[in-house]
C-alpha cells in the first residue's frame, strides 16, 4: 500500500539556500515516510496571505526561518508555551485548519551541545547578540541552569533590554543573569561562549575581544555554511570551535517528531549532506 505523500516547507527571504528540505528529506527516508518538503520565497509583508493559502491546502506543517520567526509568533492561532515565552516560532503544524506554533531552536541548540560534549549545568556562559536569534535560545540555555548567563552585544542598551525581559525567568531558576562589556573591560572568564549575531554575515572582524577566550573557552557559533570571523578568532586562539550546522540539524529533528512522532537520528546527518555536495 503506498501512503500519499505528506506536504511541508519551509519559508523565509531569502530560503534559495535553505539545507531544511534536504534534512526532512533524509529524517523521512529513515523511516520509509513519503513527504514532500519545499522552499516559498516569502517576504514580512506577505506572510499574512500565503499562510492563509498553506491553511486552504494540504499542508501539515512549515518550518520558518529569518527574517520571520517574530511575525509567524504574531499570527499562529495557537502557541506553545516555550514559543511564547521566547515570542518567536521556527515550526508550524496546521490542525483543523488552525496555526499551531512552537520553538525548536533553544532545544536544538542544547541538544547539539550536548552532543558536542558540551555542559552548560553550573557553565560560565556568554550569549552574544541580542536579536531574534539570541533571544529565541534564552529559555532552554536558563533551563540547562548555568551558574552565570552573561549577555552581550554591540548596541548594549539592547543586551539590558533582554536582561530586563529574561530575569524573572533567569531568576525562577536561580541562574544569574548578567549584561557584559563587549570589549571584555569586565574581564571575566566564560566557560562557553555562543555567538548570536549575524555578524558573520556583514563584517571580517569578529564582535567580540581576543582576550574574552582562552584555550579552554568552547567556542560555539549559531551560522553555519561559512567559517565566521569569530569562528577563526577561537580557532587562532586554540580554543574548541563549533559552527551552528549541528543545530540546523537538531532542531530540524525537533519539528519532525512534533509533526511524525518519530525521532530521527541525527548523528550521519553531517556526513550525508556532504556526500550529497550540499555543504
Ligand atoms: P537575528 O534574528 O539573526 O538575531 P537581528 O534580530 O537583526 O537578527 O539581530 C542581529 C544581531 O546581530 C544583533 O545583536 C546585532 O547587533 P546590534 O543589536 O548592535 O545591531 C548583531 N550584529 C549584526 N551585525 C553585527 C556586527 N557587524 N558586529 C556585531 N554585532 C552585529
Known sequence: MSLTPKQ???IGHPINHSLSPHIHLLFAKQFDLPIIYEREDIDREHLLV??????????LGLNVTLPL????YLLCQKLSEKAQLCESVNTISIKNNKLHGDTTDGIGLIKDLTNKGINLSQASCLLVGAGGAANGVMAD?????????????RTIEKSMLMESYWKNFAKKHSVLLKVSDIHGADSCHYDVIINATSAGFSSDKSPIEDKMINRETFCYDMTYGRETPFMRQAIKIHAKTFDGLGML????????????NKRPKTNNIRNELQLLGLI
Open 8 to 10: 511541508f516547507a519551509v
Open 50 to 59: 500565503r499562510l492563509a493559502d498553506f491553511q486552504g491546502k494540504d499542508y
Open 69 to 72: 520567526k517574530h511575525d509567524a
Open 141 to 153: 540555555l536558563i533551563e540547562c541552569l548555568p551558574s552565570k548567563l552573561y549577555l552581550t552585544n
Open 249 to 260: 540539524v537538531e532542531q530540524a529533528a525537533e519539528s519532525f517528531h512534533i509533526w511524525h
